[in-house]
């Protein structure tokens, strides 16, 4: 089942790995009753191994259903942050405690508390990729999938800040045509997308239909004939009759795409650089040795100040309830 030479790396800083590592972490997750969560964007292996792959929307709601005693969130810290949130009680273990956010770093507890207060009468909708203190200082939170939905339940003269990231916030004006008074900040990865490199991978392949997280750029959106979460990309992939595409996200989940249709052809979309710059560096920190030992040793585990996690609690919940 596991030939490859990430099982035969032999001693690590730790000790001795197993000589397969996926049945040694199917017997850890016996021995805690544990989940392995898994996003779109972590290498194919830990995708194979995880008991629920999906988007941040997806894996909130994974976290808040489950009823094992651990949670290994093979994601990063935010993501992680929110299940331990959710579920107080269980041991929430995250591989690489680096395992950050470019976007969610954009966005500093106090520098937004500072912002927030600048706009009296405002709610604060938050994506769902910032910090437990963000979380904490919203009235909803929302992800790339339920963003559009979310606002477009408040009222149209509740004014709104969205935070942190300016790109989705653009998107999701476009769509609602609300106002929305926007945090500066974005991910790292979805601004390095060229479009002018873009533009010619569509001359090259005029059959291929361009598809975009709207976590990118406008100059990038333009050009994708469909826009969405990266749970939606991939089921647009699935239904679409087309056999090629470019995708502008994570290339991670090119992964489930050619997993379900092994026909068709996926190309990244490449970055500005000459780099793998469309490669979450942190996303790519969790590996499959870092998951077995932080199951092995159970750590590093996310732990969370109560009242942080109670103010954080509430516009997640509020986010659930309006996403049912």
Known sequence: MFTTALAQRGKTERGDLPLDLFAAIESLKKELNAIVLAHYYQEPDIQDIADFIGDSLQLAKAAANTKADAIVFAGVHFMAETAKILNPDKMVLLPDLNAG???????????????K?????????????CSADIKALSDIICTSSNAVKIVQQIPKEQPIIFAPDKNLG???????????VLWDGSCVVHETFSEKKIVQLKI????AEAIAHPECETSVLRHASFIGSTAALLKYCVESPSQEFIVATEPGIIHQMQKQTPHKR??????INNCACNECPFMRL??????YWAMKNRTPEITLPEETRLAALKPIQRMLEMSA
Do not use: W
């Open 101 to 115: 956010c470019s976007l969610a770093d954009s966005c500093p507890a106090e520098a937004f508390a500072a912002f």
């Open 117 to 129: 207060a600048l706009h009296p009468g405002h709610i604060v909708v938050s994506y769902i990729n």
């Open 170 to 180: 653009r998107y999701v004006m476009e769509q609602t045509g609300r106002d929305l």
């Open 204 to 207: 090259a392949h005029p059959e």
């Open 266 to 271: 996926f190309i990244p979309a490449p970055p």
């Open 286 to 291: 969790n590996t499959l040795e870092k998951l």
